[in-house]
C-alpha cells in the first residue's frame, strides 16, 4: 500500500529516471540524452498547453452556464464534454480568409507569434520537485518576458489587418497590456526580493508559508493586473462586441482564430499557474501528490477569472488607466519600499518563521487597508461636495473616483 | 567548428541581417518588425554569453516597450500606409565605397586588439554579483543612481511637456 502511493506520490520523478536509465541503456551519448529529455518535455507541456486550452473553453462554458442559470453545452456527447472536439471540427473546416489590402507576412505570422509566446512561459512552471521544463536562474523574468512578446503579436495582428477596428483594438490591447505589465512585474519583484531568488522552483522552496499570507497586497495587485494582462471582464475592452465589434483579431477566420484564441486562454492559465508558484505555495501541500497540488491551485487562478467575467460588467478606458496609474502602481512601489524595511527590520529583531509571517501579513493588511481607506474616504467627500453643490455638469472628481 | 560558434554565427547573421533589412525595408512597419528580430538576435548572444539576465532584460524591455514604443511613435506618423519609395538614391554606391574604404582602415585595428579572454566558465550566482556590485558603493552604486536620477528628470521633464496649459 505505501508503495503504491509512493510510486503515485513521485510519479514525474519516477518516470524521468526510467527514461534516462532507458536511454543510458540504448548506450547513447550523455548530449544525446539531455537532448532527447529535452525535447520530450517541450512536447509534454505544449500538449499540456493545447489540451488545457480545450479543456478551458468546455469548462469556462459551463461554468458560466450555471452562474447565469443555463445548461451550457450539452449535445456533443455526454454532459456536452466532446464540445471542444466539435468547436475544432468546425474551426478546421472555416475558409481561411484573408482580407484585401492586408499585409500577407504580417497578417499570418501574427497568430502563430502570439500563441508561441503564450506558450512559452510553461517551460519555468514547476508541476513538482524535479518535474519542470527547465529551472531556469532568471525563471520569473523569463516568464514575463516572454509574455511580453506577444504584444508584438497583438500590433502585428491589428495593423496587418487592415482594417480600423482591428488597429483600434490592437491600440487598446497594446495600452492596457503595457500599463498593467508594471504593478505586475512590481509584485513579482516584492516576491523576488523576499524569496531571494528568481527561479520558479527556488521561490516554491522558499515558501514555508505560501505568500499569499505573508505578501496578500502583492497577491491582490498580482490577480488583479493578471486579469488584466489576460484581457478577461472586467478588463476586457481590448474586444469590446458593442464598440469595436471584436478588436484586434477581428479579420482572422479557421484555425488562425483560433490560434488568437488560444493563445488568450494559455495566457490564463499561465497567468494563474505563476499565481500559484508565486503565491499560493506551488507544489507543496499536504497527502496528495506534488502535481495535483499544481493543478489545484492553477484551477484556484483560473476559477477566479471565470468567476469575475461572470459577476463584473466592463469598465471605461478612462477608468482602467486611472487604476492603473494612479492607484495600483504608486501602491506598489509604496509596498516594494514598505516591505523591503519591514522584512529588513523583523529580521534584524530576530523574527523567524511564523513570527516573520504574521510581521509581514499585518503589515500588508494595513496598507491594503489603508490604500481602500484613504481613495473612500477622498471619493466619499469628494461626492458630497459634488452633491451639496448640485450643478449640473458632471464633476470629474466623479470619474476618478469610480476608477476606485 | 564547435556547436557554439556555429550557434554564434546563426544569431550574428540574424542580427546583422535584420538590421541591414531595416534600414533597406521600404515600408516603416517592416522596418520596425526587422529591428525588433535584430534585437531578438542580440538577446540570442546574451544568452549564447550566459547572461541570462540580461537576456531576460532585453527581451523584457527592448522588445516588450521601447519597440512598442518605435510602433506607436511610427503608426502616428502621416504617410504611413502609403509607399514611400525606394529607400537608396543615387548615392549608395559612392556611401559604400566609403564605408568599405573606412572598413579596410579598421581591420587592422580590429585584428591587432589585444582582446581580454575569459578562460574560467560564469559563476552560478552571477546575477546575485550583479545586484550586490548595484549597490555596493566601492562599485557601481553612484552610476546607478545617478542613472536613477537622469530616469526620474526624463519622467518629469515627460510630464511637464505633456501637461495641458491651464
Not at chain 1, 531556469?136 to 506577444?150: F, P, R, S, T
Not at chain 1, 491589428?158 to 488597429?167: E, I, M, Q
Not at chain 1, 522558499?206 to 488583479?224: E, N, W
Not at chain 2, 526587422?34 to 550566459?50: D, H, N
Amino acid at each position: 500500500m505505501a508503495q503504491i502511493y509512493d510510486f503515485i506520490y513521485n510519479l514525474l520523478p519516477y518516470l524521468g529516471a526510467w527514461l534516462r536509465g532507458l536511454l543510458q541503456s540504448w548506450g547513447l551519448p550523455e548530449d544525446a540524452i539531455f537532448l532527447i529529455i529535452g525535447l520530450i518535455k517541450a512536447f509534454l507541456l505544449a500538449n499540456f498547453g493545447l489540451i488545457g486550452f480545450a479543456i478551458l473553453t468546455y469548462v469556462e462554458r459551463k461554468i458560466i452556464a450555471r452562474f447565469q442559470d443555463r445548461l451550457g453545452p450539452n449535445m456533443a456527447g455526454p454532459y456536452g464534454i466532446l464540445q471542444p472536439v466539435a468547436d475544432g471540427i468546425k474551426l478546421l473546416t472555416k475558409e481561411d480568409t484573408m482580407p484585401a489590402g492586408a499585409d500577407r507576412w504580417v497578417y499570418n505570422l501574427a497568430p502563430l507569434i502570439i500563441a508561441t509566446c503564450a506558450l512559452a512561459p510553461l517551460i519555468v512552471i514547476p508541476f513538482g520537485p524535479g518535474a519542470v521544463g527547465t529551472d531556469l536562474n532568471i525563471g520569473v523574468l523569463y516568464a514575463l518576458a516572454v509574455g511580453a512578446g506577444a504584444l508584438v503579436g497583438v500590433l502585428m495582428a491589428g495593423w496587418g489587418s487592415n482594417n480600423k477596428y482591428a488597429l483600434l483594438g490592437a491600440f487598446r490591447a497594446v495600452a492596457q497590456l503595457i500599463s498593467y505589465e508594471i504593478p505586475a512585474v512590481l509584485s513579482v519583484v516584492v516576491v523576488v526580493m523576499v524569496a531571494g531568488t528568481m527561479s520558479t522552483v527556488g521561490i516554491v522552496l522558499a515558501q514555508d508559508v505560501p505568500y499569499l499570507f505573508v505578501l496578500p497586497l502583492a497577491a491582490l495587485v498580482f490577480l488583479i493586473s493578471g486579469v488584466a494582462e489576460v484581457g478577461r471582464t472586467p478588463f476586457d475592452l481590448l474586444e469590446a462586441e458593442s464598440e469595436i465589434v471584436a478588436g484586434f483579431h477581428i479579420e482572422y477566420s479557421g484555425m488562425k482564430f483560433a490560434l488568437v484564441f488560444l493563445g488568450e486562454f494559455i495566457h490564463a492559465l499561465v497567468v494563474s499557474a505563476l499565481f500559484a508558484v508565486l503565491f499560493l505555495g506551488g507544489w507543496r501541500g499536504p497527502w496528495l501528490p506534488p502535481y495535483l497540488w499544481t493543478l489545484i491551485k492553477m484551477s484556484i487562478g483560473i476559477f477566479m477569472f471565470f468567476w469575475l467575467r461572470a459577476t463584473l460588467p466592463r469598465i471605461r478606458i478612462d477608468q482602467m488607466l486611472n487604476l492603473n496609474w494612479k492607484f495600483l502602481t504608486p501602491l506598489m512601489i509604496l509596498n516594494l519600499i514598505g516591505v523591503a524595511l519591514v522584512d529588513k527590520g523583523l529580521r534584524a529583531a530576530g523574527a523567524t518563521g511564523g513570527l516573520w509571517a504574521a510581521g509581514m501579513f499585518a503589515f500588508n493588511m494595513a496598507m491594503l487597508i489603508g490604500a481602500l481607506a484613504i481613495p473612500g474616504y477622498l471619493g466619499h467627500r469628494a461626492r458630497m461636495a459634488a452633491m451639496a453643490s448640485a450643478s449640473g455638469e458632471e464633476p470629474e472628481a466623479l470619474e476618478a473616483v469610480g476608477a476606485h | 567548428m564547435t556547436l557554439i560558434q556555429a550557434v554564434f554565427i546563426l544569431f550574428a547573421i540574424l542580427t546583422l541581417g535584420a538590421g541591414l533589412f531595416t534600414v533597406l525595408s521600404r515600408h516603416l512597419f517592416h522596418a520596425v518588425l526587422y529591428l525588433i528580430l535584430s534585437l531578438v538576435g542580440v538577446a540570442g548572444l546574451f544568452v549564447l554569453l550566459e547572461a541570462e539576465f540580461l537576456a531576460g532584460v532585453q527581451v523584457l524591455i527592448y522588445i516588450g516597450a521601447i519597440s512598442i514604443l518605435i510602433i506607436f511613435a511610427v503608426m502616428l506618423t502621416r504617410g504611413m500606409a502609403r509607399n514611400p519609395g525606394p529607400p537608396l538614391n543615387n548615392q549608395s554606391l559612392a556611401a559604400a565605397v566609403i564605408a568599405g574604404l573606412f572598413f579596410v582602415l579598421l581591420a587592422p585595428v580590429i585584428a591587432g586588439f589585444p582582446w581580454p579572454q575569459v578562460t574560467q566558465g560564469v559563476p552560478a550566482d552571477a546575477i546575485e554579483a550583479l545586484g550586490r556590485s548595484l549597490v555596493d558603493p566601492n562599485q557601481f552604486a553612484l552610476p546607478f543612481e545617478l542613472a536613477s536620477v537622469m530616469i526620474l528628470a526624463a519622467l518629469i521633464g515627460a510630464i511637464f511637456i505633456a501637461r495641458e496649459k491651464r
